[in-house]
C-alpha cells in the first residue's frame, strides 16, 4: 500500500515534531501554509500551539475558508491541543474575533488544566488504539466541555473527554507528538488511508 500524502498545518507551533511522528506511522508528510499545498493532501494535522495565533494566521493566509470547505469536505483531520480546538464547532472562552475550521460537535474550554507550570504527563486509555495507554502530554490543555450526538469521547481524564472522534475527525487534548509513541499517528494515518 503506498504511504498517504498527509500535510500539518505550518503556520505556528510544533509542526516538526508532527512531521517526524507522522513519518515514523508510516505517512509521507508534508508542510501546508498556501490553498495549492492544501488541496495536494490526503490527510491534514493541526498542530499544538497557541489557537488565537493559529486562527489569526489562517485568516491572514486566506487559509481558513479553504481549511473549511476541505474538513467540512470530509479530508480527514487530527488536531492536538490548539489543533483540537481548530477542530472544535465551538469554544467556551474565545479571545475576541478567534474563529475555528470547526467539524467536531463539541464545546471545548481553553487552558482548562490550568497554566503553563501546572502542565503534566498522565497516561490516557485511548479506545481504538491497542497495546496500553499512551503516554498524554498536557500543555496548557483544553478539555471538552460536552460532546454532541455525532461525536464520540475516546478518552477521558479527570472526568472530562481528551480525545474526540467524529467521522473521520480526530482531536486529542494532549500531545501524543512530543512522547516518541506514535500509535496516535499510526491511528490517523490509518483513518486516511480508510478513505482511499
Ligand atoms: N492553550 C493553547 C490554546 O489555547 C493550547 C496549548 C497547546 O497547544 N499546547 O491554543
Known amino acids: 500500500m503506498t504511504a498517504p500524502l498527509i500535510g500539518v498545518l505550518a503556520l505556528q507551533g510544533d509542526v516538526r515534531e508532527h512531521l517526524a511522528a507522522l513519518a515514523a506511522a508510516g505517512a509521507r508528510a508534508v508542510p501546508v501554509r498556501r490553498p495549492e499545498e492544501l488541496a495536494e493532501v490526503s490527510g491534514l494535522v493541526i498542530p499544538g500551539g497557541e489557537s488565537t495565533t493559529i486562527s489569526k494566521l489562517a485568516t491572514a493566509f486566506g487559509l481558513l475558508e479553504p481549511l473549511r470547505a476541505r474538513v467540512h469536505g470530509g479530508m480527514p483531520a487530527y488536531g492536538s491541543c490548539a489543533g483540537m480546538i481548530m477542530l472544535a464547532d465551538k469554544i467556551l472562552d474565545p479571545r475576541s474575533g478567534q474563529e475555528t475550521i470547526g467539524g467536531i460537535d463539541m464545546i471545548v474550554r481553553r487552558n ?49 473527554p481528551v480525545a474526540v472522534r467524529q467521522g473521520r475527525l480526530l482531536a486529542t487534548a494532549f500531545h501524543p507528538e512530543l512522547t516518541g509513541d506514535h500509535r496516535v499517528h499510526r491511528l490517523f494515518t490509518e483513518m486516511v488511508l480508510a478513505v482511499g
Open 112 to 160: 482548562a488544566f490550568g497554566r503553563q507550570n501546572e502542565s503534566f504527563e498522565a497516561e490516557v486509555e485511548v479506545a481504538g488504539v491497542t497495546g496500553g495507554p499512551v503516554p498524554g502530554v498536557f500543555i496548557r490543555a483544553p478539555w471538552v466541555e460536552s460532546v454532541g450526538a455525532a461525536a464520540e469521547p475516546l478518552a477521558t481524564y479527570d472526568g472530562h
